[in-house]
């Protein structure tokens, strides 16, 4: 099985989130932010854990939109702590670049499989897909469709013996 973007991100970021919470704790004796960006930071990747073994396709979609909640609640904090001077620019640039990137992805798999829904894919097949394809963030664009069918595209292309179309 292939390699799973979107898990890996997660989790790297919820590296990069702890590290920064215990920045802000030691270096800049911030304790409530910090810990509102750690719980909401590191959830996001916990979730799309939980997504794994979703008992069903709505679960597994409502695991997803719940981490993209998270991710949304991260982007405030993280928002937060730059204009009240607690966190740098540069690293708010860096960590708003990578959550960016893991909101784009998180989008584009729930509207993928919402537009899959319908039709007769089961959740192994959707487990499969995201585990086996090279969700190339950059192609998708928060609220725009046809970004989406880029990346459907390029899965399309990728994959062996698994049309998702």
């Known amino acids: 099985m292939g390699r799973n973007i ?32 750690l719980r909401s930071g590191t959830a996001v990747g916990a979730l799309i854990r939980e ?20 991710a949304n609640e991260t982007d405030y904090w993280l928002d937060l702590l730059y204009k009240t001077e607690y966190l740098e620019d540069k690293h708010h640039q860096s960590l708003k670049a990578y959550l960016t990137e893991l909101l784009k992805l998180l989008t584009s798999i729930i509207k ?8 007769t894919l089961n959740l192994v097949d959707i487990k499969l897909r995201i585990n086996t394809h090279n ?31």
């Open 6 to 37: 979107v898990k890996d991100k997660s989790f790297d970021f919820a590296v990069r989130i702890v590290n920064l919470s215990k920045y802000l704790t030691e270096q800049k004796r911030e304790y409530v932010l910090s810990r509102q960006i």
């Open 112 to 119: 993928t499989i919402n537009y899959h829904l319908p039709q």
């Open 51 to 70: 997504a794994e073994q979703a008992e069903s396709k709505a679960d597994f979609i409502h695991k997803l939109a719940i981490a993209l909640k998270e």
């Open 135 to 165: 969700w190339q963030s950059h192609d998708v664009a928060l609220g725009d469709q046809q970004p989406i069918k880029r990346i459907a595209m390029v899965r399309r292309q990728t994959t062996e013996g698994i049309d998702i179309r």
